[in-house]
C-alpha cells in the first residue's frame, strides 16, 4: 500500500508542473524562458535513456518468465510500437490551434507585459479577439489533459515498481509539462486578464495525470489483479514495453522539437546528454 501512495505522490507532482509552467508565463519575461530549453532537453534525455536501458528490458525480462525468449522478444517489440502507435493516435485526434506542446508565439507572451485591467476583460471592442484566445486556451487545456492520462499511467507504474525509477521519471515528465502550463495560460490570462483562472486552469490540466493514473490501476487491478493486486509477469511485461514506446515518442516528438526551438546554440543537445548521463550514473548508482 505505501508504494501505491508513493506512486500516486509522484504521479501528482508531475501533474502540478503544468502550475508552475502556468506562474511562469504570468510573472516571467520571455527572455527568461531560455532555461526550459535545457530543462525540457535533459527530460528527453533521461527519458530516452530510461525507456531503451531501462523500461523496455525490463518490459522483456517480465515477458521471459512466461514466453519462451524469442516470443518474448516480438512481444515486447510490439507493445513497444503499440505504445507509440497509441499516443500518436491521440495526439492525431486531439488536434489543437497550436502545438500544445510548445510554448506560444512571442505576439501572446509579449502581451502578458502590457498593463491589464481585467474590467477590460470582454469588451465589444476587443470581444471577437478575446473569445477565440479564450476557446484556443480551453481547448489547449483539454488536449493537454487527454495527452497527460497516458503520461500518469507512465509515472505510475513505473513508480510501482521501483520508487526510484519512478521518481526519475517524474521529475522527467514534470519538466515536460512546464510548457504545457505556458501554453495553457497564456492564452486565458489575455482573454479574461484574470492571472487566478489562467493559473487554475492550467492546474486542472495538470490533475489529469493522478486521475488517469488511478483510473488505469483500479481498471488493471479489476482485471488482472491477484489477491494483494500484483498483475502477471505477461501484464506488468507489455505495459512496460508500451510505457517506452509512449515516452519515446513523447521524448521525440514534443521534448526535442520544444527545445530546440526555444533555445540557443547547443542548449538542446547538451540538455539531452546530461539528461542521459544523470540517468545513467543514478541507475549504476542506485542499481
Given at each position: ?13 508531475a ?22 530549453s ?68 512571442a ?42 492520462f ?8 513505473a ?13 522527467a515528465?514534470?519538466l ?5 502550463g ?19 486552469y ?13 483510473i ?26 508500451g510505457?517506452?514506446g ?8 514534443e521534448?526535442?522539437?520544444?527545445s ?7 542548449d ?11 540517468m ?8
Open positions: 500500500m505505501s508504494n501505491v501512495v508513493l506512486a500516486f505522490g509522484l504521479t501528482l507532482f501533474g502540478l508542473a503544468t502550475g508552475v509552467g502556468g506562474l511562469i508565463s504570468l510573472f516571467a519575461n520571455r527572455s527568461n524562458f531560455r532555461f526550459l535545457w530543462g525540457t532537453g535533459f527530460s528527453a534525455g533521461v527519458m530516452l535513456y530510461i525507456s531503451f536501458m531501462e523500461i523496455l528490458p525490463e518490459g522483456t525480462e517480465a515477458l521471459a518468465e512466461v514466453y519462451a525468449p524469442q516470443t518474448a522478444n516480438w512481444v515486447a517489440v510490439a507493445a513497444f510500437f503499440g505504445g507509440i502507435a497509441l499516443i500518436g493516435l491521440i495526439d492525431l485526434l486531439v488536434p489543437a490551434g497550436e502545438n500544445v506542446h510548445e510554448f506560444p508565439s505576439e501572446r507572451v509579449s502581451a502578458l507585459q502590457k498593463p491589464r485591467n481585467p474590467k477590460t476583460a470582454g469588451s465589444t471592442t476587443s470581444s471577437g479577439q478575446e473569445t477565440k484566445l479564450m476557446r484556443m486556451g480551453l481547448f489547449t487545456a483539454l488536449a493537454i489533459a487527454i495527452h497527460n497516458p503520461e500518469g499511467l507512465v509515472t505510475f507504474l513508480a510501482l515498481h521501483d520508487p526510484a525509477l519512478g521518481l526519475a521519471i517524474a521529475v515528465i514534470a515536460h509539462n512546464i510548457p504545457e505556458v501554453s495553457v495560460a497564456v492564452p486565458i490570462f489575455y482573454a479574461t486578464g484574470s492571472r487566478a483562472k489562467a493559473l487554475g492550467s492546474i486542472l490540466s495538470g490533475l489529469a495525470e493522478p486521475v488517469g493514473a488511478g488505469a490501476y483500479l481498471g488493471l487491478r479489476f482485471a488482472f489483479g491477484g489477491q494483494e493486486g500484483a498483475f502477471p509477469p505477461q501484464v506488468m511485461g507489455v505495459l512496460f514495453a510505457v517506452g509512449v515516452m519515446v515518442y513523447i521524448s521525440l516528438d521534448l526535442l522539437p520544444t530546440r526551438a526555444y533555445g540557443k546554440g547547443h538542446s543537445i547538451l540538455g539531452l546528454i546530461a539528461g542521459m548521463a544523470v545513467a550514473l543514478s541507475l549504476i548508482l542506485l542499481g
